[in-house]
């Protein structure tokens, strides 16, 4: 069964990048789709496409400059809402990085899960050998089982992936798919399942991700699920706060009815645990404030701003 796809892909100067990979499209898909037309959402980059930038002849191009950098995950559903919109009218739409580590080859995988499955769900790409340094292993490592503590979920996948046309709509109306978009498909509980993928080589230059930007994508994943966060602190905090009330008895109990309390120790240890007690509440009532400051503010659609980010062609 063939179909109709649209790729999207952020691309930041990896222009020679997203050359290679439409190449390798091209000549993976060709006898496996009807069309390609492929998506390039130009993040503010600082480098222009070569003048020899060629696309394929079996690829329609489409390339969206935007006025600012917004991240990958905005681009992604800048993206997303600019296909929803457009009389583009794919089978599936597929997001994927530009550098070479998603490989095409994984596309028809895609395609020939979602086409056997009773239902519309998004597949995703979960890596089942990882080839990066062992600090970003590490790192990775640690932001997955902090993810687990927080939200009291599991994340194994990333944004290679495939989104029938018929979910596009919740993903463009939904606010949290603006920080982060695997998150959110995974926090609001949209079908999905995953097949297992290497990843692939970078077809040259280095990756833009730094150190700051991993953990600044670690944190917008965890910001979608940032009431269950609140809920899991305060409940934290509670404990912690009947914790300090027993050691203030106990501290009463040691010094008044035992022979064990040693002059102007539990004035200290008193004043210590008042201390830490008020710090707690105050912590608890500013996160539930500007938490419910934060509720009073009106929900924006992404499909109703997204495009404010789009430079407009004089």
Same mark, same amino acid.
Request: aromatic share 12%.
């Given at each position: 069964m063939k179909n109709k796809i =649209?790729?999207?892909i952020p691309v930041f100067n990896d222009w020679n990048c997203i050359e290679s990979l439409?190449?390798? *499209?091209?000549? /993976?898909?060709?006898?496996r789709v009807d069309a390609i037309h492929l998506v390039a959402i130009n993040?503010?980059?600082i480098e222009l496409p070569s003048? =020899?930038?060629?696309?394929?002849?079996?690829?329609?191009?489409?390339?969206?400059? !935007?006025? =600012?950098?917004?991240?990958?995950?905005?681009? *992604?559903? *800048?993206g997303l809402c600019y296909c929803f919109e457009q009389p583009i009218d794919p089978d599936y739409i597929i997001v994927m990085d530009?550098?070479?580590?998603?490989?095409? %080859?994984? *596309?028809?995988?895609?395609?020939? %899960?979602?086409?056997?499955?009773? %239902?519309?769900?998004?597949?995703?790409?979960?890596?089942?050998?990882?080839?990066?340094?062992?600090?970003?292993?590490?790192?990775?490592?640690?932001?997955?089982?902090l993810f687990r503590? !927080? /939200?009291?979920?599991?994340?194994?996948?990333?944004?290679?992936?495939?989104?029938? %046309?018929?979910?596009l709509s919740t993903i463009c109306n939904h606010p949290s798919f603006w920080n982060h978009y695997s998150a959110s498909v995974l926090k609001y509980k949209l079908p999905h399942s995953l097949i297992s993928t290497e990843r692939g080589k970078r077809y040259s230059g280095f990756s833009k991700m730094n150190s700051s930007s991993l953990i600044?994508?670690?944190?917008?994943?965890?910001?979608?699920?940032?009431?269950s966060i609140i809920i899991r602190v305060l409940k934290l905090s509670f404990i912690v706060f009947l914790l300090l009330i027993l050691i203030s008895i106990l501290v009463v109990f040691v010094k008044y009815f035992s022979g064990y309390a040693i002059p102007g120790w539990a004035t200290n240890v008193f004043g210590f645990i008042l201390n830490l007690l008020i710090t707690v509440v105050l912590f608890n009532l500013l996160i539930i404030l500007t938490h419910l400051n934060n509720r009073n503010k009106p929900i924006?659609?992404? !499909?109703?701003?997204?495009?404010?980010?789009?430079?407009?062609?004089?």
């Open positions: =649209t790729i999207v439409m190449y390798n *499209i091209s000549k /993976t898909l060709a006898s993040d503010c980059s003048k =020899t930038f060629k696309i394929p002849e079996n690829i329609s191009y489409s390339q969206i400059d !935007l006025v =600012t950098n917004v991240g990958h995950q905005r681009a *992604i559903l *800048i530009s550098d070479g580590e998603d490989n095409p %080859k994984y *596309i028809s995988h895609f395609l020939d %899960k979602v086409n056997s499955s009773s %239902k519309d769900q998004i597949i995703f790409a979960k890596r089942s050998k990882r080839s990066e340094s062992l600090k970003f292993r590490l790192f990775y490592v640690l932001y997955k089982l503590l !927080l /939200t009291g979920s599991s994340i194994s996948f990333g944004n290679f992936s495939c989104v029938p %046309k018929s979910l600044l994508h670690g944190l917008s994943s965890l910001s979608v699920y940032i009431e924006s659609k992404p !499909l109703d701003f997204y495009r404010s980010y789009i430079k407009q062609n004089p």
